[in-house]
């Protein structure tokens, strides 16, 4: 097949015999107000010629010379036609200025939200890719406070959440890994310890002036996006307007009663007669001051060995199971962009574009955690196959306090030539630096031993357990049992450049331009771990406590809380600011266990050096009706990698070497043949389609030579550097149908065949595996033979301005995405098992209805995801971790006080919809891992002031 592509590409790139005398049109094309109009669609009369603007700005070559007359169209205005006089060699100009709307928009204006949204439209229909487009103005439709929250709109996408926020993007059902993240063209790089995948909540949804959405690539694109890629267009000086925004709001939370505030300013003007230069600058503040309530577990089903005898390992019966509160979550992102350009002759310009965001997570987590399996002696006793009694367990009550920094710092410099008589050249330099820093997590334990617990998980929605002999929360049968500091530091830098040219080319029936550029991305990425483990012990201190004592002495409650609105009796626990103030008043209290953070830190610190250089050939190519898109990519790929050898015994004593370096370098040559085609049966109807190649290169901590077998572990975790990157061949369809009076529907398939899958099994040590002496089993990624993924996606957006009186106030968005992947993973149990792809949604879907009359605007919206698979197990796949289907409602309006100057308020989570996870295929197994059973957060919103000039 792919052979087949790259003869079919070649072949549609060689040029025919000289072309015709001919020059160049360009200009610019506004609304009546001077504001620049973006996908207006540009059509030469009498030839196949067709342009389409971007911020305003059209360029069409290989116009034949003489007299022509140039029709301009653009949805929500009539179409206007202009005549122009080419000559050989040079360049036209042709400005126009669309000023006769559509008499069906006459009841809501072509203004505000409504001119955003037929921006968003217009570009979507001109794009030459499979595309969705989102407009500035339409993210605050609904209160979207993150990019993840405004791409959860789109349709195809679903988002991964993380404390009822939006963090990570899923395109088409694929796994946040397998997309692709940009701001303005530079891919950004990831803070994530381990993964490439990019958490979109750090970015604020309103640095964008537009959010590009491309499910299919074109050459010109980097390859590694599976999915597809995101591309984020900041704002820039616009000719003739001084831009202003101000947004002011604050709210609050009902969990918690955290504040909620939002500031954001955005300015931006262009100045001299001429206004060649431009200067846009926008800064963010907003802060979340949340709660979360939370129950999770941890279950040993079946023929999942649990870390118990092997007498037990049929046991289905929970091993763990926890109550957490997380009383304080307090989130701020704050960021700053701007963008410098300097206007050349012909259009051409030169830009230096900045940008950072900030994210801030300071959390205070208490758990209070049933240990069923607690020491080698538990026993159970099963009264059902949802309840039971053990003995010889644990009960711990812990509290931990993290702060997270993560930051996002791009900067790039380029430009823009353009030539009379076609030609152009762009470039750019980059450099966009991720860091993730954890200053110090504190994690303080006590425990009570020697104790009988019960289950009862009949209830999936509100599983119980329950202390039977034992105290569930007094502070003198809590001994002291572990301190532990984790401070983290994650770095990743990518330089890059890119260089493209083109040229106009004609042959047969066709006309269009040549296409060629040389790219490069140069990461340079590490992951430190700096883990301090203390003893159980405690020497002397300020409080004279003992480790029998130490948690009565930092109590201060004297009646249990409760969570989850009184269903849930958490119990006393420690104060947070004592156990802070206590530890750093006491610092030689503690004994710290040299080994056990030396092995621990080391297994946890990598670092990853992975150069990409690539370079392409492309074609844009107009038929009549017809546009094709065809080219090549070829991209070389060289990585230099090191990790740690950590190996300890049983008894957690050091072997003569527990810790060794390693490293492991390699390299391999991709070529990615695509082919982008659209067929425009009318002005306002569109049949595209796409055969595309990309591909996912291994996730950070995948491909990294590590190995790591600690104390009292029977299982060695193992990293693979010759893994593979998987690979993928993409087909699309999509038949879009535009309203006039901005709106569209659309109905479109896809499907994926994906080679060298990546999955984790577990497998039985061999002679060969130098793992240490207790180790008898190996965790490791490998690649697997293939992986499928199909679906549709089907959109409707429309306002009902056909309808009497009020109702033509009113509208629609709706759009659903089904998918549905299968992987072929050997490996325990799975013989014959069709498994999904990990983090492949299978559903998602939007619905939400607005009203616009006069000053008012009203929205109401709900989001769905449907259940899917988080986590693939290596040992059984009775033991992956499913995400429970979720639909939430939100809903915002705004009223204008007078032009530029409006009032607005959001709520969030109205349905009050919470996070649910479960494993195999019973819902009250819990969530394991950090997946929780079932997460807590009730509604929050805020009202403010917008002012926009």
Avoid at 54 to 59: A, E, N, P, T, V
Avoid at 263 to 277: D, H, I, W
Avoid at 433 to 454: K, V
Wanted: glycine share 10%; charged share 20%; proline share 5%.
């Amino acid at each position: 097949m792919r052979s087949s592509l790259l003869r079919a590409v070649v072949a549609s790139a060689l040029v025919a015999p000289a072309l015709q005398a001919q020059g160049v049109v360009t200009g610019t094309v506004t609304d009546p107000s001077g504001r620049p109009l973006s996908g207006v669609l540009v059509l030469v009369d009498g030839t196949s010629i067709r342009a389409s603007t971007d911020r305003g700005l059209y360029r069409a070559v290989n116009v034949p010379a003489g007299a022509r007359t140039l029709t301009f169209r653009y949805i929500g205005y009539a179409p206007q036609t202009k005549s122009v006089t080419v000559v050989n060699g040079r360049t036209a100009v042709l400005d126009v200025k669309l000023t006769e709307a559509v008499t069906s928009l006459s009841a809501i204006e072509v203004r505000g939200q409504v001119v955003g949204q037929a921006s968003a439209l217009n570009q979507q229909r001109t794009a030459s890719t499979i595309a969705s487009v989102i407009d500035n103005e339409l993210v605050g439709r609904l209160p979207d406070p993150n990019m993840a929250e405004a791409l959860a709109r789109v349709p195809g996408i679903a988002v991964l959440r993380d404390q009822g926020e939006g963090r990570f993007v899923q395109i088409r059902g694929t796994s946040p890994n397998f997309n692709g993240m940009s701001v303005n063209g530079l891919r950004l790089a990831t803070p994530e310890q381990n993964s490439r995948q990019l958490p979109m909540d750090i970015v604020p949804s309103d640095q964008a002036s537009q959010i590009q959405v491309s499910k299919t690539l074109t050459p010109d694109m980097d390859a590694d996006a599976i999915g597809g890629n995101v591309n984020i267009v900041t704002r820039s000086a616009r000719a003739n307007e001084t831009l202003f925004n101000v947004t002011a709001a604050g709210g609050g939370n009902q969990l918690g009663g955290g504040l909620l505030a939002n500031l954001g300013l955005n300015a931006g003007k262009r100045f001299g007669k001429s206004q060649k230069f431009g200067a846009m600058l926008g800064g963010t503040y907003y802060r979340n001051d949340r709660a979360s309530q939370n129950v999770e577990g941890d279950w040993c089903s079946q023929t999942r060995n649990c870390g118990v005898a092997p007498s037990l390992t049929s046991l289905d019966a929970p091993n763990l199971f926890e109550y957490r509160d997380y009383p304080q979550v307090d989130r701020l992102r704050t960021g700053m962009n701007g963008t410098l350009d300097y206007l050349l002759a012909n259009n051409s310009k030169i830009f230096l574009r900045g940008s950072w965001n900030q994210f801030n997570d300071d959390e205070i987590r208490a758990r209070a955690r049933f240990r069923f399996r607690g020491g080698g002696g538990s026993r159970w006793t099963q009264v059902s196959a949802d309840s039971g009694i053990t003995t010889g367990s644990q009960f711990d009550r812990d509290i931990r306090l993290r702060e997270v920094l993560q930051d996002i710092y791009t900067a790039q410099l380029g430009g823009e030539h353009y030539s009379g008589d076609g030609k152009s050249l762009d470039w750019a330099v980059g450099v966009s630096r991720a860091t993730e820093n954890r200053p110090g997590a504190l994690t303080m334990s006590f425990r009570q031993s020697n104790m009988s617990l019960a289950y009862n998980f009949a209830d999936p929605e509100r599983p119980r357990a329950y202390v039977v002999t034992g105290s569930f929360d007094d502070p003198a049968r809590f001994g002291f049992n572990s301190l532990a500091n984790e401070e983290r530091d994650t770095k990743d830098e990518d330089l890059s450049a890119k260089i493209n040219g083109s040229i106009p080319v004609q042959f047969g029936g066709f006309s269009g331009t040549l296409k060629a550029g040389l790219a490069a991305r140069l990461k340079d990425r590490s992951n430190t771990l700096v883990t301090t483990n203390y003893t159980s012990a405690l020497g002397s201190n300020s409080l004279n406590a003992t480790a029998a004592t130490l948690m009565g002495a930092l109590t201060t409650e004297t009646a249990g809380r409760n969570i989850f609105d009184g269903d849930y009796a958490f119990g006393r626990t420690f104060d947070p600011t004592r156990m802070r103030d206590f530890i750093a008043a006491n610092p030689n209290a503690f004994t710290v266990n040299a080994l056990s953070s030396a092995t621990t830190s080391a297994g946890g610190s990598f670092k990853v050096k992975e150069d990409v250089y690539a370079g392409y050939l492309m074609a844009n190519l107009d038929a009549g009706n017809l546009r094709l898109v065809p080219g090549v990519r070829v991209e070389a790929t060289r990585v230099n990698n090191a990790g740690n050898v950590v190996r300890l015994n049983a008894a957690g004593s050091a072997l003569a070497e527990p810790i060794r370096e390693t490293t492991d370098e390699g390299s391999y040559v991709n070529i990615f043949p695509s082919v982008n085609a659209t067929y425009r049966f009318s002005e306002y109807t569109n049949v595209k389609a796409a055969v595309t190649t990309a591909l996912v290169r291994p996730q950070f901590g995948d491909m990294v030579p590590y190995v790591n077998v600690q104390a009292g572990q029977q299982t060695a975790s193992v990293g693979n550097p010759e893994l593979k990157a998987t690979t993928a061949i993409n087909y699309d369809v999509m038949i879009e149908h535009y309203f006039q009076n901005v709106g569209f529907i659309s109905a479109g398939a896809f499907a994926k065949s994906l080679n060298n899958f990546i999955y984790s099994t577990a497998r039985a040590r061999t002679a060969d595996d130098a793992v240490g002496p207790d180790a008898q089993q190996i965790v490791q990624p490998v690649n697997g033979p293939t992986a499928s993924l199909y679906g549709f996606e089907i959109a409707w957006q429309q306002n009902f301005t056909f309808l009497p009186g009020i109702l033509k106030s009113f509208g629609i968005n709706a759009n659903y995405t089904y998918t549905k992947s299968s992987a072929d993973i050997p490996g325990r149990g799975r013989d014959g098992v069709d498994s999904p792809i990990p983090e492949q949604a299978p559903q998602a879907g939007n619905v939400g209805l607005f009203f616009d009359k006069g000053p008012l605007s009203l929205r109401v919206g709900g989001n769905y995801s449907g259940s899917f698979v988080s986590t693939i197990s290596a040992i059984s796949p009775e033991a992956d971790t499913r995400t429970k289907s979720r639909f939430q409602v939100d809903a915002s309006g705004s009223y204008q006080l007078r032009p530029g100057i409006k009032i607005f308020g959001e709520a969030i989570n109205l349905s009050n919809t919470p996070l649910r996870a479960y494993v195999g295929d019973r819902q009250n197994r819990g969530g394991g891992g950090d997946d929780p059973s079932f997460e807590f957060y009730k509604p929050w919103g805020m009202i403010g002031v917008k002012i926009e000039r």
